[in-house]
Structures are given as C-alpha cells and as structure tokens.
C-alpha cells in the first residue's frame, strides 16, 4: 500500500464511511498489541527486559523486538511468556477485531 491509498483510507474512516484493512495491517497490529501487554506487565512486575528474558528462556533483544511489535511469537514462547509473567494470556482474534491481554494469577 503505497502512501496516498493510505490517506485516502484515513479520510474514508474519519468520514464514517467502512474502510477495509489489507492483512498485513491487522497482523501488525495483533503484533503491536502483544508488544503492549507484555510491556505493561513487565513493567507492572518490575522487570527489566533481560529479567524476562532470563525467566522466559529468550534473549533480552528478542524481548525487546516483541515488545516493538517487530517479531511474531510461536505459541510455545506464548506459553512461556505467559509463565514469565505469572499470568494468563488471552487472544481474542475475530473479523475486525482483536485483543490481547495477561490476567495475573492468583497470589
């Protein structure tokens, strides 16, 4: 998608009108949100990146990429993210929409 279609979906949606996304947009997305969440729940537990690092069996640059939203997760680095945080994690992907969120565990 080259600059000026990109503009002219922005003035789409900012008009109301329904703007469609190409994937890659929505994956990135997804990407940056994932990113997002284990920011906030690194920073929530007072880790540093290369605390989670070591908890979760990665470098501190791969934490780093993740966080940017630059690199997509297998699911057993899911798992162990989710181990290193002392959470749940929830993705909730459908048409349009997506989320992603750590619940702590219980004390």
Do not use: C
């Not at 997804?30 to 290369?50: N, P, T």
């Not at 690199?71 to 989320?99: C, F, H, N, Q």
Request: net charge negative; charged share 25%.
């Amino acid at each position: 998608m080259n600059h000026s279609a990109w503009r002219t979906r922005r003035a789409r949606q900012l008009a109301g009108e329904a703007v469609e996304y190409d994937q890659e947009y929505v994956d990135a997305r997804l990407a940056g949100d994932l990113g997002q969440a284990v920011f906030d729940r690194r920073i929530e537990l007072g880790l540093s990146q290369a605390e989670l690092a070591e908890r979760a069996g990665m470098t501190q640059p791969q934490v780093s990429r993740m966080e940017g939203g630059d690199t997509v997760p297998t699911l057993p680095l899911l798992r162990r993210l989710a181990k290193a945080l002392d959470g749940t994690l929830s993705l909730t992907i459908d048409e349009g929409d997506s989320r992603v969120t750590f619940t702590p565990h219980a004390a």
